[in-house]
């Protein structure tokens, strides 16, 4: 390692706060040496995200180290993990002392929030791109899953959809509350914790719900019927969407279905858990909204809130369409 990698790692990623109980060794040693609870399993997801690939090159710093962390975290959240540690791998064209201080900010004051502490990485130079190793844990086989949703079982997402989506399409023309969205996503932490209770199956919406609920479904073997009209969007959403030139309706269902970057969680809960974990996620001020129903023939079948079946009129939307009432 050079001396200004060295520097680098000491001055920004190297902190004197009070470290985890359960890090015996994190920065400075050749590898972190790191203790799971008894009664735990480790969980553990890496994303990376790579410049003008993943973000648009005008993102700030501070947008790149939250969301680098958040987009793990949201990982972590979708298996009902509790986050714990870090390792982060930063690519770097340059050492720019602004572009690190942002950078390296956001990515702590993010996992301050979780308790997460960062303890180990890499640091080279090239093409700007960042990955980050998220570690978890949940009680001994209570992890939440992709595979397990069943025919009758209610279809949730928390949040809102489609804002980020919406705020990539509109550029500088954003609203600063779709921006928030898109640039610091919040990862669902708490919502995947109260869910391992109740939920047959869950995901994190990175890209798109139809998208997510399909690799859902992939794994469990069924299909879904969809209500759209039932999709929760945002204030600012269907402010935005009012505007002249916007108002165009494919796009007021199709970014909720298939825009990406809202790290919201879909989830299913068979019909008895319902009411209860409904009370359970309002009790926290957790959002949630029932979108639909898992069916036993596969596919996605999208219907209007009447009972209408809902085709899209855009090609790319029909691997996922089909022809059922729903
Ligand atoms: P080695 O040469 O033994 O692989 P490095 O010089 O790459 O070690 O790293 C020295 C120490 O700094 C290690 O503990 C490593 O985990 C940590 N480290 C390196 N880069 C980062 C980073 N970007 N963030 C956090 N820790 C880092
Ligand atoms: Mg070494």
């Not at 397990?148 to 997402?157: L, Q, S, W």
């Not at 921006?179 to 199956?201: C, H, V």
């Not at 009447?306 to 059922?324: L, P, R, W």
């Amino acid at each position: 390692m050079s001396a200004t990698e060295f520097e680098i790692i000491r001055r920004y990623f190297t902190r004197q706060s009070p470290h985890r109980d359960d890090v015996i060794a994190g920065i400075g040693d050749d590898a972190a040496v790191l203790q799971v609870p008894s009664g735990s399993d480790l969980v553990v997801c890496m994303d990376t995200l790579v410049a003008a690939v993943h973000f648009p090159e005008s993102t700030p710093a501070a947008a790149i180290g939250h969301k680098a962390l958040a987009v793990n975290l949201s990982d972590l959240a979708a298996m009902g993990a509790t986050p714990s540690w870090a390792t982060l791998s930063l690519t770097l064209p340059d050492s720019d002392p602004v572009w690190l201080e942002d950078f390296s900010q956001a990515f702590f004051c993010l996992a301050d929030r979780y308790g997460v502490e960062l303890v180990g990485g890499d640091t080279t130079r090239g093409p700007l791109s960042i990955t980050v190793q998220a570690h978890g844990f949940v009680p001994t086989g209570k992890f939440l899953r992709r595979q397990g949703a069943r025919p009758g079982d209610r279809i949730y997402v928390t949040g809102t959809l489609g804002d980020a989506g919406l705020a990539l399409q509109l550029g500088d023309q954003a609203d600063p509350v779709l921006r928030q969205r898109l640039d610091y996503p919040e990862p669902r932490i708490t919502a995947g914790q109260l869910l391992r209770d109740y939920a047959s199956a869950a995901i994190d919406i990175s890209d798109g719900l139809l998208a997510d609920l399909g690799h859902l479904l992939e794994a469990g073997g069924a299909g879904a019927a969809i209500n759209i009209d039932a999709l929760p969007r945002s204030a600012v959403f269907v402010t935005a969407m009012q505007q002249p030139g916007l108002t165009q309706p494919d796009r007021f269902y199709a970014l909720p279905l298939s825009a990406g970057d809202d790290y919201e969680l879909c989830f299913t809960v068979p019909a008895q858990s319902c009411d209860e974990m409904e009370a359970t996620l309002s009790s926290q001020a957790i959002d949630y909204t029932s979108i639909g129903v898992i069916e036993a023939q596969s596919g996605i079948r999208c219907h209007r809130a009447n009972g209408e079946v809902y085709q899209f009129a855009t090609e790319g939307y029909q691997h996922f369409g089909g022809t059922g009432s729903g």
